[in-house]
């Protein structure tokens, strides 16, 4: 069965102290692997795509990498306002319907 | 932002009635979602559309019935509202990539 799991599903952290979340996925024939932001009583903000292990793609503090069974988000010396919740999707091959993970919740402290 | 629209925003309604939650794009995309999300269970998808008149279930889709009459309109219906359907639904679009989220709406069946 299709699976996505996020972890941790909360991290705290000071402003400036780099971390990463997890995505680890099982999916027949990967077709992509997305990551969003969602701040509260909003809808999620597409981050980033990636297509193939060894891909990665960067955003201002964010970069995003992949593996053949996991992928991360490296936050490099965040501020407070990257303060949301980190949601990671994946597509497996022969649909287009997309298994989400339950989101890691991430709070920056000034 | 890609440009997604859903009505109502928010809408409180008894148990027992009917209620219709409207998405609305003006991307032309052929894929169009409704998700729901709730606290411990990330989003889930109830249906998706892969084109216009053309529906498939989700894994969350008993008591929920949708219509696609239009490429930009994707409708969402709950025949008779029950308690357990209060939740916040967001509607999602797609290229067939990644995909871009609608701001919300969130229903209370009281």
């Known amino acids: 069965e299709d699976q996505v799991t996020q972890s941790p599903e909360a991290l705290r952290l000071q402003e400036g102290e780099s971390s990463s979340l997890n995505c680890s996925y099982t999916?027949?024939?990967?077709?992509?692997l997305f990551w969003y932001r969602q701040d509260p009583g909003k809808g999620p903000e597409f981050l980033f795509t990636?297509?193939?292990a060894g891909e990665e793609k960067e955003k201002e503090r964010l970069k995003a990498t992949l593996t053949k069974k996991e992928s991360f988000l490296h936050i490099t010396a965040p501020k407070p306002e990257d303060s949301a919740t980190y949601l990671c999707?994946?597509?497996?091959?022969?649909?287009?319907?997309?298994?989400f993970g339950t989101g890691t919740r991430l709070k920056v402290l000034a | 932002d890609a440009g997604i629209t859903q009505s109502p925003r928010h809408k409180v309604t008894e148990t027992g009635t009917p209620v219709t939650l409207r998405c609305h794009q003006t991307?032309?995309?052929?894929?169009m979602y409704w998700y729901r999300q709730d606290p411990g269970h990330g989003l889930r998808l109830i249906h998706y559309s892969y084109g216009v008149k053309d529906t498939d279930k989700g894994e969350v889709s008993d008591g929920y019935s949708v219509s696609r009459s239009k490429t930009e309109d994707f409708l969402l219906t709950l025949e008779s509202a029950t308690s357990s359907q209060t939740s916040v639904y967001f509607c999602?679009?797609?290229?067939?990539?990644?995909?871009?989220f609608g701001p919300g709406t969130r229903l209370t069946v009281t």
């Open positions: 999602a679009i797609s290229d067939g990539r990644e995909q871009y």
């Open positions: 999707a994946a597509r497996g091959s022969g649909t287009y319907k997309y298994i």
């Open positions: 990636l297509y193939s």
């Open positions: 991307e032309n995309h052929r894929y």
């Open positions: 999916v027949s024939g990967l077709r992509g």
